[in-house]
């Protein structure tokens, strides 16, 4: 899966959603919406079409997920979520996803501050590096892990087949989030604020944290929704990584895929309908952050 | 107080440090020993390797799938960048924001909803698609779907933001000249977006090369048939024997070069994005 | 009549950017719309253009009625205020982009786009980038490319207002020259008074979506119809329930006929000229009544800081009657209505 920085930065337009000269730090785009016209019968037609394509290719495959999911009425859908093994893999899932949020937030910080405040040789090459998750293949990823945390690894470890594999593979998918959400806030601070608050007598610590942190909240905030809607989505990777095994180091996706593979249709869509949801929730509050920001300017 | 010179720098280099070693041990270094490990045995395995039929196969289905999902995904990701920035419409907050769901689902999830809609058994529109002759899952249609599906949003995510910087005015410009919208869009709006497009070409071909666990539920990977170069992976990797090994390694490190050559390209062409005010 | 303007009215929203605008532009004509920001002179130039519809109102070019033509069809030139270059053809391909869409030879497009640059000055750059130029050659390209296409009439949006003030002066000058030798109808929306008095033959006062008053600049400045109109194009102080222009106001340190007593309160020498603050003696609540004149006079007449005067309009001073309600604090006293009118103190 690739992404950009810009890609995760969500949502697409400013709230005000008129096009306009955009300032270079993203401000405020002009109050009227005199850029953005309303449809005409040929713009028409392309929203049509488009809109066609994008149901027959995205919304209604979704959709259908959602229905079959409900197709033993309510009963169904709880006993479907409710086998010892998904439960196992569910909370398996979501409590990994949570450790490696919470890793991200400390060290996707980290990372944009050494990236943008630090200048050493090299750095372009790290610039890359962050990157490589997102473009990887995740069948591949699998393997790269296995290569250093595997039976044949340098370190001398084994965690191939442990909850710890598990650990490593969200942490690897899930290392450009947040980072990439930090890094340009960081870039827009204007030094002068920090400056200014030297001048008054802050420590640096002090300014980092009653100064920059509070810009950067909301940035961090998308970025870890989008590292844990990451993380519990999660597939390719473990594979070959984690073994699957039930109970201990199968999660929610591989549940989904072994249910799909027995044609339990419809228990496999109870459970990535869970998936599903958290996905939208995660986009939601996306939205919802953006939207607040913006209207601080 | 408190705060002097030498331990600003202790915090910087403490900083460096960690990340850089952080960095190393996570991605660095694993992938390194990828490259080790393909070329342990020399290179003459990897080249016997890259000529095995169901290698040569894999590859060609993979690119082809790609090519197609990126050339869908880039045609309808202008018109609907076009649509988001230069129009309002009802429901376009929406559909602004649920551009973004495919990078939001889970690989499994696209497999799982394609198959419920396309499966030639049971799938919603499966079934009429087959009485004429289109079969989705399980053939190469469907893995160009589920490819095109994971990679939608990547071009719109590229052109949205410099469509909105450029503002219109160029655009009026020329229909102030006299220019059609037609000749507007050619002349004036695809070249100002050209390198965006590029980059999210690029970005597209790169996921859609290395799109996994969607494809494996669709397409069924079956060797010489509707095996992708991601499957192939899996498929050797669990089987026991050296050549196996060699072949799923080399194909792994295929598949991440071309990942890395396509950041490398997309990072070093974007301005500089890294340096403060 | 070139532009014949009936009725026009545009709302955006709840805002009203334009109501009940009727204009006629004469051929040849070089206009300005003058209006604070915001004020819809934009707007306006941006219907005539097309490349904005009003909701009311019809617009008519040379006789045709061009209401409902898009701006493509209405063969206007246009300006805008940040050029709107094309970014990736170059100097000579945006003076050339109009007559490569009307399919025009290619010979015949490189002829006329080497007469235009020639006529801005911008012969050696026809192969540079719109980039690698400077704010001020931008827009001249950007003007040449407007009248390349032979426009029935120029529009300009604030053309000058993203350069540097000298660049400004400088270009406005070129405008007027170029104006009397292309003879192209012409309609430019500034903000900056100056730019208006200087180059317009005649000069549309446009103010919170009405016009204010029309005519050649020195009417607009010595016979203005309203307090708006006196105190948006040149400097402007109160006395006796009237605005007046600070240099047509007389001043002795002796009483006259129908003269007003008081003080200097401030006596400031900028450049040649010298600005007094007088505060008068029957209304000391009042702002003080600026006064200017040049350093030769002040020096003639002893005025120093602190000093008794008297002042009076000249004779044929322009005076308009302040009729606009008071504001706050002046208890009881109904004097001057000051605050609500602009005091430039500025020349």
């Known amino acids: 899966m690739t992404q950009r920085a810009g890609v995760v930065e969500p949502p697409l337009l400013e709230p005000d959603d008129t096009a306009g000269a955009a300032t270079s730090s993203g401000g405020r785009r002009l109050p009227r919406g005199r850029s953005a016209t309303s449809l005409t019968p040929t713009s028409g037609l392309g929203l049509g079409v488009a809109l066609l394509w994008f149901s027959l290719l995205v919304l209604i495959p979704l959709t259908a997920v959602l229905v079959q999911a409900s197709e033993g009425g309510w009963s169904a859908y709880w006993d479907a979520l409710r086998s010892p093994q998904t439960l196992a893999a569910l909370r398996l899932t979501v409590g990994q996803a949570i450790l490696v949020t919470a890793v991200n937030v400390f060290m996707g910080t980290a990372i944009a501050w050494v990236l943008v405040r630090d200048h050493f040789p090299g750095k372009q090459v790290l610039e890359v590096v962050i990157d490589i998750p997102l473009a990887l293949p995740t069948i591949v990823a699998g393997l790269v892990l296995l290569s250093l945390y595997g039976p044949s690894s340098p370190l001398g470890v084994n965690w191939a087949n442990t909850s710890v594999a598990v650990f490593l593979a969200f942490l690897f998918v899930t290392l450009p989030f947040i980072v990439r959400t930090v890094q340009p806030v960081l870039l827009e601070i204007e030094p002068e604020v920090e400056e200014a608050a030297a001048s008054l007598g802050a420590t640096q610590f002090t300014i980092f944290r009653r100064v920059i942190l509070p810009s950067l909240t909301p940035a961090i905030a998308s970025g870890a929704a989008l590292s844990f809607c990451r993380a519990i989505s999660e597939y390719g990777s473990l594979v070959l990584l984690s073994g699957n095994l039930p109970y201990s180091t199968e999660v929610a996706s591989v549940r989904i895929l072994s249910y799909i593979e027995g044609d339990k249709l419809t228990e496999a869509a109870a459970v990535a309908s869970i998936l599903l949801i958290v996905a939208l929730v995660v986009i939601v509050t996306l939205d919802v952050i953006s939207r607040r920001v913006a209207r601080y300017g | ?200 070409v690029v970005l597209s071909l790169a996921r859609s090369l290395g799109e996994f666990g969607a494809v494996k539920i669709v397409s069924g990977g079956v060797a010489m048939r509707t095996q992708t170069a991601t499957l192939l992976v899996e498929e050797r990797y669990q089987q026991f024997g050296a050549v196996n090994s060699i072949i799923a390694y080399t194909a792994a490190f295929i598949l991440a070069l071309i990942a890395v050559l396509a950041l490398v390209v997309v990072t070093s062409f974007r301005p500089d994005k890294g340096t403060p005010r | 009549m070139s532009i014949k303007i009936a009725g026009v009215g545009k709302r955006f929203g709840d805002f009203t950017a334009l109501e009940g605008i009727d204009l006629d532009i004469a051929t040849g004509e070089l206009t300005a719309l003058l209006g604070p920001s915001g004020g819809g002179k934009s707007t306006l130039l941006r219907i005539i253009a097309g490349l904005e519809v009003a909701d009311v109102g019809s617009v008519e070019i040379e006789g045709v009625d061009a209401t409902g033509l898009p701006a493509r069809k209405r063969n206007v030139g246009f300006v805008f205020q940040h050029y709107a270059a094309f970014r990736h053809l170059s100097v000579a391909g945006n003076v050339g982009f109009g007559l490569k869409i009307r399919k025009r030879p290619r010979r015949e497009i490189k002829s006329r786009v080497a007469e235009l640059l020639e006529l801005v000055h911008l012969s050696q750059f026809a192969d540079r980038l719109p980039a690698q130029l400077s704010g001020g050659q931008r827009q001249r390209m950007a003007l040449a490319r407007a009248l390349a296409i032979e426009p029935t009439v120029l529009l300009l949006d604030e053309p000058f207002g993203a350069l540097d003030a000298n660049v400004r002066k400088e270009l406005r000058a070129w405008l007027r020259r170029l104006h009397d030798e292309v003879h192209v109808t012409t309609v430019f929306v500034t903000h900056d008074r100056e730019e208006a008095l200087e180059v317009a033959d005649r000069i549309v006062v446009i103010n919170q979506g009405r016009i204010e008053q029309i005519g050649p600049p020195h009417e607009l400045y010595d016979h203005p119809s309203s307090e708006f109109v006196m105190s948006f194009l040149g400097p402007v102080t109160t006395l006796n329930g009237h605005l007046v222009r600070p240099h047509d106001l007389e001043i002795e340190t002796h009483p006259f006929d129908n003269a007003y007593p008081g003080r200097i309160e401030r006596f400031n020498r900028v450049g040649f000229e010298v600005r007094l603050d007088v505060r008068l003696t029957e209304d000391d609540q009042a702002p003080p009544v600026l006064v200017t004149l040049t350093r030769a006079e002040a020096t003639a007449k002893a005025l120093e800081l602190g000093v008794p005067v008297w002042v009076t309009p000249v004779a044929n001073a322009s005076k308009v009657r302040i009729t606009t309600p008071p504001t706050l604090a002046s208890d009881g006293l109904d004097v001057s209505a000051a605050d609500s009118v602009p005091q430039p103190t500025f020349s």
């Open chain 2, 1 to 200: 107080m408190g705060d002097t010179a030498v331990s600003r720098t202790t915090t910087q280099w403490t900083l460096r440090v960690l990340v850089v070693g952080y960095l190393t041990l996570l991605v660095i270094w694993p992938v390194a020993l990828v490259a080790r490990e393909t070329f342990a045995h020399g290179l003459a395995p990897v080249l016997d390797a890259l000529r095995q039929p169901e290698v040569i196969f894999a590859f060609e289905l993979t690119l082809s799938a790609a090519f197609w999902a990126v050339v869908i995904n880039t045609i309808f990701g202008v018109g609907i960048s076009l649509l988001l920035v230069r129009y309002t419409f009802p429901g376009r907050r929406t559909l602004n924001a649920l551009v973004d769901l495919p990078l939001a689902v889970s690989p499994v999830v696209v497999g799982l909803a394609l198959v419920l809609v396309y499966s030639g058994r049971t799938g919603w529109l499966g079934g009429s698609l087959e009485q004429v002759g289109l079969k989705v899952i399980y053939a190469p249609p469907g893995i160009i779907l589920a490819t095109a599906f994971v990679s939608m949003p990547l071009v719109i995510r590229e052109v949205v933001p410099v469509l909105q910087e450029i503002g219109t005015e160029q655009e009026q410009a020329a229909s102030s000249l006299g220019a059609s919208g037609l000749q507007t869009f050619v002349r004036i709006t695809l070249p100002a977006i050209r390198w965006a497009l590029l980059y999210g």
